[in-house]
């Protein structure tokens, strides 16, 4: 059933056409294509640089949660909730908002850690939380009979925040790692995701990349001066950066961390930094959504 579900999600969630590895162009100068005003978008390239699974982290103390969670998990890829989730973000129809209750320790709650800044799977519009992750939250709480209080704070600090009992799990499209393992039990995982490179629509460099490897090779050709900007404590900083555990060699190019993947690409497009590595659901979410306001 995941395996369906993924593949079903990653020919969704491809966007733009197939772009590749080939002429070389400098992606900090010149207008974009296809746009009629010459004002500059962005597009992403549509292949996958890394295969990863998100799960959420529950408190390590916890252990009848965690079998409460991955008994959730289950039940709604089964029975098609999941799908239909997900089809609200990826198969145009309509997001539901979930709201968060405040904290009281008096009250029998389900406390939430997330960073709010990763659409489709999580963010904000005025008090209300939307996404993937945030509707999944909802029907588990509803589940357990519990009050939904959502924490919203910076992505480092998520995991660390549900280690030091301060919450009871994370949600916040967490990849599956050793690291965060210190901190949460990882629940079933329950999506299969991966990194993608955004780039300037007039940046041609990459249009005969066929592949990753064809793709890392040209990001392999960078310089030090070369800047490429990350979400904060995501895999594609691993990914950049490199790191033994996660198997990344790294890019010879500064690696340069954002908030938010959304404050990447902005940045991209002011001609800061020469291209962004994020997860491909929130590159194609934030890309579609800057270039409609450019």
Same mark, same amino acid.
């Given at each position: 059933m995941k395996k369906k579900l993924a593949l079903g999600l990653a020919l969704i969630l491809a966007c733009g056409t197939l772009a590749g590895c080939g002429g070389s162009s400098d992606?900090?100068?010149g207008s974009s294509e296809g746009s009629g005003d010459g004002s500059v978008t962005a597009k992403v390239i549509d292949i996958d640089l890394t295969s990863e699974e998100y799960a959420f982290g529950v408190d390590k103390n916890q252990p009848e949660l965690l079998d409460q969670v991955n008994g959730f998990i289950a039940k709604i890829?089964?029975?098609?909730?999941?799908?239909?989730?997900?089809?609200?973000?990826?198969?145009?129809? @309509?997001?539901?908002?979930?709201?968060?209750?405040?904290?009281?320790?008096?009250?029998?709650?389900?406390?939430?850690?997330t960073n709010a800044a990763f659409e489709p799977f999580e963010?904000?519009?005025?008090?209300?939380?939307?996404?993937?992750? #945030?509707?999944?939250?909802a029907l588990l709480a509803e589940e357990l009979g519990q009050e939904?209080?959502?924490?919203? #704070?910076d992505f480092d600090a998520?995991?660390?925040?549900?280690?030091?009992?301060?919450?009871? &799990?994370?949600m916040a499209g967490l990849t599956i790692n050793e690291e965060r393992e210190e901190y949460v039990t990882f629940s079933d995982p329950y999506y299969q995701a991966s990194q993608r490179l955004v780039v300037r629509s007039d940046d041609s460099a990459f249009d005969d990349c066929e592949d990753a490897d064809a793709v890392a090779a040209k990001l392999g050709e960078l310089e030090s001066s070369d800047? &490429?900007?990350?979400?904060q404590g995501t895999t594609g900083q691993y990914y950049v950066e490199g790191d033994e555990e996660w198997g990344f060699d790294g890019l010879p190019?500064?690696?340069v961390p954002y908030k938010s993947g959304s404050l990447a690409v902005q940045d991209l497009l002011n001609g800061n930094i020469q291209?962004?590595?994020?997860?491909?659901?929130?590159?194609?979410?934030?890309? @579609?959504? &800057?270039n409609e306001m450019q």
């Open positions: 992606s900090s100068e890829q089964e029975d098609g909730t999941f799908d239909e989730i997900c089809d609200k973000y990826f198969g145009g129809g @309509e997001p539901e908002a979930v709201e968060s209750a405040e904290l009281d320790s008096s009250k029998d709650q389900l406390v939430v850690a963010y904000t519009k005025g008090d209300q939380y939307y996404g993937i992750d #945030m509707e999944i939250a939904l209080v959502i924490q919203n #704070m998520v995991c660390l925040s549900v280690g030091q009992q301060k919450c009871d &799990i994370a800047k &490429i900007g990350v979400q190019a500064e690696c291209y962004v590595i994020i997860d491909a659901a929130p590159a194609a979410a934030i890309t @579609e959504a &800057i």
